[in-house]
């Protein structure tokens, strides 16, 4: 169904507290400005779901982690991923495996997963390390450049080669990352409107583009065999012979491009902020790294890196890569006390459940120790720690982003020392996709290996 037939928005909720914000954009600038304060101002005023206007969309801000439990866990169908996104992810990444429910999102979850499973990602490591080093050998030493810059063109070029099979010196992969940065210039634009010379009517040019690339190809793609994901989903099959026409492989390929690529970057750009404004836990890791004497890593090595994967995890915690999940009723429904129409969005802010101090000491410190076998902090409840989502739709790619992460991390800090200027106070950016807005502006040096 296309976002222009999806059924109205429910506007019937005078029922439940809140406030509907400014003309035409509702409570979109303070949300988008500061998503976790803002959340937290409307908690306290109006209590766990409250009515919310976000731009033209109406509905309900939603928190608490026994609501989340409800929505992600539902399996009479109540809740729906495709209407709740399709409005904003819906004009770029239309089918998409998030934009897909019951019954059609299992059997194109069941036939995706060929892509990700662990004996083909064994195979991705030696790639992504060679992408990695490569660009790593490039980045100045001793003076600042923004990280958030350098990473992202480091992962595009990861994207291109593990996911459409071209190699970092290809012409094609330019051209797809012109097309990938349109399309995010268009998801991340307040105004919705596709005119000429907008955000949306380059994003969805740019779209046109990347799906008449992967149009192109998915017949060599089916006829070479290789073992580039483009390649794996054009040629996956169940074991009951089921596989993606055409169509469904360039909505696939399309969408884990991005989910693969902006969310990691943000991951890694809000970890290398922690690390220079916590020097002492870069040593903690280079100890963790040494540890292992090896100078490149295997798929085996990165579930032997327990201080690696707490301090990912705090990171994710503090910054959750996507910081608004969305759903739509189909039903009329009860949750959190209220009874809510059928058609109604509903926004989740991530980030909130995973600082909520009822539950985790001292939320907004960084404490990676949290994690630790000893206090298992987010283990207290199912829906406390979500940064991958949960139930039917919890992020298919989850163990490819930590496997990008432990590589990027490792070879960045087995032969460096990452520094901030000492000027430097951090500046957040929420929405579309969280990141430092101003870099983080590091600096490298030399580690002298002892």
Known sequence: MSARYLPPHHSNLNHIPGDWGLPLVGSALPLVSDLLNTTRQRVARYGAISRVRLGPERGLLVVGSDSYRSIFTDNQQRFSARLGYMNQLGRFYEGGLLLRDADDHRAQRRILQQAF????????????????????????????????????????????????GIPDEDQRGEFVSRAFLDIASGLGSLLPWDLPGTPIRRGLQGRDRLHRYLQEGIED????????????????????????????????????????????????????????????????????????????????????????????????????PVPLMVRR???????????????????????????????????????????????SEHKQHGFYFHPFGGGAHKCIGMHFAYMIAKLCLFHLLRNSVLELPDNFQPKLAWIPIPRPTNGPPIILRDHAKR
């Open 329 to 375: 009723t189909t039903v009329e429904v009860e949750l959190g006390g209220y009874t809510i129409p059928a058609h109604t969005d509903l926004f989740m802010p991530s980030a909130y459940n995973q600082r909520d101090g009822r539950y985790w000491r001292n939320p907004d410190d960084f404490d990676p120790e949290r994690f630790s076998d000893e206090r």
């Open 117 to 164: 499973k662990f004996t083909t990602m064994r195979d991705y490591v030696p790639r992504v390390e060679c992408a990695v080093l490569n660009h790593l050998a490039t980045w100045s030493r001793g003076d600042a450049f923004h990280f958030y810059d350098h990473i992202k063109r480091t992962l595009l070029d990861v994207a291109t080669d593990i996911f459409l």
């Open 221 to 320: 793609k089916r006829r070479q065999l290789g073992m580039d994901m483009f390649s794996l989903l054009a040629n996956a099959r169940t074991d009951d012979g089921k596989t993606f026409c055409d169509k469904e492989v360039i909505q696939h390929v399309a969408f884990l491009l991005f989910a693969a690529h902006d969310t990691t970057t943000s991951l890694l750009s809000h970890s290398v902020m922690y690390l220079g404004l916590y020097p002492d836990f870069q040593s903690r890791l280079r100890v963790e790294y040494d540890s292992l004497k090896k100078a490149s890593l295997e798929w085996d090595d990165l579930s032997a890196l327990p201080l690696t994967q707490h301090f990912l995890d705090e990171v994710l915690r503090l910054h959750p």
